[in-house]
C-alpha cells in the first residue's frame, strides 16, 4: 500500500468517475485503474462499485477511504512542515478561486508563477463561496481567493485588493443616458443578475436595497458575467461587472460602461486559509504576486469607496 495509492482512491471517491479522476492525478486511466485494483487485492476486497454510475464505493471501501484521508491529510502535514523548514516553493499547491474573479485575476499572475515557479504544481479550481470554504476544511484546497462576506471568522483571510463594481448599460436602457449610476436608478425588472448564492450578486443586491431583485423577469439560471455582458451588448438591460474586467473590453464595449454615484460599491478580495495553514513562506510569496498583478489603487479602499 502506497501514498500515491490512497490518492488515487481518494480521487475517484471525489469525482465518482475513473477518467475525471486520472485527469485530475495527471495520469491516464489505465495507470489509475490498475493501481487501486493492486490495491484491491492486496486488502482481499473491491473498493468501488464499478457497476454504478456514477461509481460509488463499497461498504468497506467507505471505511478505507475514511482511512485514507486521514492519513493523506498527516502525510501532507508532514510534507508542509518540511518545505517550510526548508522555505522551498515544491509539492503542490492547489488554489479555489471564485467564477466571479477567475477570468479577470488567474491571466494577471497564473502565467508567469507557472513559470518562475517550475518545481511546484499549481492546480486551480472555480468554486463558489461556501463550496471553497468547505474545500479548505476538509483539505481539497490550500487557499481561495474570494470576497470577503460575513462567517469567514474561522479562516485567516489577507487582504489582496478592493475592487469597484460598475454597470454595463444597453443603449436601449434609460441609464445609458446617465453619466453615474445611483441605487435607486436601479430596480429589479432590468436586471441580469447572477443565481442567489453568488456573493457577486448577494452583495450588489444588498447595497443598492434591490427588493425587486427577488422578482425579476430577467432570469437566466447559472449565468455567467460574460453571457449577461452579451445581452446587454444586443440591446438588453443592464447587469454588473468588476472592476479588473475592464481592461480586457473593446473601446466600443467600455461606452456601456456607467460608473456608480459615491459611495461606490466595492468587494474587498481576500486570501483565504485553514489558521493551521503551514507553509507561510509560499503563502507570503503568493500574496506578493497577486497583489503585484493588479493595479496599485486599488490595494487600498479609497474614500469614496464604500467595501460591502
Given at each position: 500500500?502506497?501514498?500515491?495509492?490512497?490518492?488515487?482512491?481518494?480521487?475517484?471517491?471525489?469525482f465518482?468517475?475513473?477518467a475525471k479522476?486520472?485527469d485530475?492525478c495527471?495520469?491516464?486511466q489505465?495507470?489509475?485503474?490498475?493501481m487501486?485494483?493492486?490495491?484491491e487485492?492486496e486488502l482481499g476486497?473491491?473498493?468501488?462499485d464499478r457497476?454504478?454510475?456514477p461509481?460509488q464505493p463499497?461498504?468497506?471501501?467507505?471505511?478505507?477511504?475514511?482511512?485514507?484521508?486521514?492519513?493523506?491529510?498527516?502525510?501532507?502535514?508532514?510534507k508542509?512542515?518540511?518545505?517550510?523548514?526548508k522555505?522551498s516553493?515544491?509539492?503542490?499547491?492547489?488554489?479555489?478561486?471564485?467564477?466571479?474573479?477567475?477570468?479577470?485575476?488567474?491571466p494577471r499572475?497564473l502565467?508567469?508563477?507557472?513559470t518562475d515557479?517550475?518545481d511546484?504544481?499549481?492546480?486551480?479550481?472555480?468554486?463558489?463561496?461556501?463550496?471553497?470554504?468547505r474545500?479548505?476544511?476538509?483539505?481539497?484546497?490550500?487557499?481561495?481567493?474570494l470576497?470577503r462576506?460575513d462567517?469567514?471568522?474561522?479562516?485567516?483571510?489577507?487582504?489582496?485588493?478592493?475592487?469597484?463594481?460598475?454597470?454595463?448599460?444597453?443603449?436601449?436602457?434609460?441609464l445609458?443616458?446617465?453619466?453615474?449610476?445611483?441605487?435607486t436608478?436601479?430596480?429589479g425588472?432590468?436586471?441580469w443578475?447572477?443565481d442567489e448564492?453568488?456573493?457577486?450578486?448577494?452583495q450588489?443586491v444588498?447595497f443598492?436595497e434591490?427588493k425587486a431583485?427577488?422578482?425579476?423577469?430577467?432570469?437566466?439560471h447559472?449565468g455567467?458575467?460574460?453571457t449577461?455582458?452579451?445581452?446587454v451588448?444586443?440591446?438588453?438591460?443592464?447587469?454588473?461587472?468588476p472592476?479588473?474586467?475592464i481592461?480586457?473590453?473593446?473601446?466600443?464595449?467600455?461606452t456601456?460602461?456607467?460608473p456608480?454615484?459615491?459611495?461606490?460599491?466595492?468587494?474587498?478580495?481576500?486570501l483565504?486559509?485553514?489558521?493551521h495553514?503551514i507553509?507561510i513562506?509560499l503563502l507570503?510569496?503568493?500574496?506578493?504576486r497577486i497583489?503585484?498583478?493588479v493595479?496599485?489603487?486599488?490595494?487600498?479602499?479609497?474614500?469614496?469607496?464604500?467595501?460591502?
Open positions: 500500500m502506497t501514498l500515491q495509492q490512497l490518492e488515487y482512491v481518494m480521487a475517484v471517491y471525489r465518482k468517475h475513473f479522476a486520472a485530475y495527471n495520469v491516464t489505465p495507470t489509475l485503474s490498475s487501486i485494483q493492486r490495491l487485492e476486497m473491491k473498493l468501488f457497476k454504478r454510475q461509481i463499497t461498504k468497506a471501501g467507505m471505511k478505507v477511504i475514511e482511512q485514507a484521508w486521514n492519513i493523506l491529510r498527516r502525510a501532507k502535514r508532514l508542509e512542515t518540511v518545505e517550510e523548514e522555505h516553493l515544491t509539492g503542490t499547491i492547489t488554489i479555489g478561486i471564485l467564477p466571479t474573479i477567475a477570468p479577470y485575476l488567474i499572475f502565467p508567469q508563477l507557472m515557479w517550475h511546484m504544481d499549481i492546480r486551480v479550481m472555480e468554486l463558489k463561496t461556501e463550496d471553497m470554504k474545500a479548505i476544511r476538509h483539505g481539497d484546497i490550500d487557499a481561495g481567493i470576497a462576506i462567517g469567514l471568522e474561522e479562516m485567516s483571510c489577507e487582504t489582496l485588493f478592493y475592487e469597484q463594481y460598475y454597470g454595463y448599460v444597453s443603449q436601449n436602457c434609460p445609458y443616458q446617465k453619466e453615474h449610476i445611483k441605487s436608478d436601479l430596480n425588472q432590468q436586471l443578475l447572477l448564492g453568488h456573493c457577486f450578486r448577494d450588489l444588498k443598492c434591490l431583485a427577488a422578482r425579476s423577469k430577467r432570469t437566466y447559472l455567467s458575467i460574460e449577461f455582458m452579451r445581452i451588448e444586443h440591446g438588453s438591460g443592464i447587469t454588473f461587472i472592476q479588473l474586467a481592461p480586457q473590453l473593446s473601446n466600443e464595449q467600455k456601456l460602461i456607467r456608480f454615484a459615491i459611495p461606490i460599491p466595492t468587494r474587498e478580495i481576500v483565504m486559509t485553514s489558521p495553514f507553509r513562506t507570503q510569496q503568493l500574496l506578493d497583489r503585484a498583478s493595479p496599485s489603487e486599488m490595494l487600498k479602499l479609497q474614500h469614496m469607496q464604500q467595501s460591502i
